[in-house]
Nanobody, 120 residues
Framework: QVQLEESGGGLVQAGGSLRLSCAAS????????MGWFRQAPGKQRELLVD???????NYVDPVKGRFTISRDNAKNTVSLQMNSLKPEDTGVYYC??????????????WGQGTQVTVSS
């Protein structure tokens, strides 16, 4: 079992910045991939960026150049630095972790989400 806890959401004006953090209850070395998702009002949850255990990252086009994901292995956290925020970035941001058990079974875990609101 992996528990994830997000923090850092809030209200910010367009053009501003926020930094989200996701703290894992286990060593993130044991996690294959961690990612940040967003669910905007009335829309499906969507992947924004993820980072593999080897550090490789994958960003979706709308956040490239504005958002940066990073890992702190010592603190078992993954952070998302969000700059140049836009009103369309508003939504609930979720942290996700994917693991594979020794028997090869895939697991996906979610945090409770943190609200980000960008005012125009």
């Amino acid at each position: 079992q992996v528990q994830l806890e997000e923090s850092g959401g809030g209200l910010v004006q367009a053009g501003g910045s926020l930094r989200l953090s996701c703290a894992a209850s286990v060593s993130i070395f044991s996690i294959n991939r961690m990612g940040w998702f967003r669910q905007a009002p009335g829309k499906q949850r969507e992947l924004l960026v993820d980072i593999a255990s080897d550090g490789r990252t994958n960003y979706v086009d709308p956040v490239k150049g504005r958002f940066t994901i990073s890992r702190d292995n010592a603190k078992n956290t993954v952070s998302l630095q969000m700059n140049s925020l836009k009103p369309e970035d508003t939504g609930v941001y979720y942290c996700n972790a994917e693991t594979t058990s020794p028997g090869g079974r895939y697991h996906s875990y979610w945090g409770q989400g943190t609200q980000v609101t960008v005012s125009s």
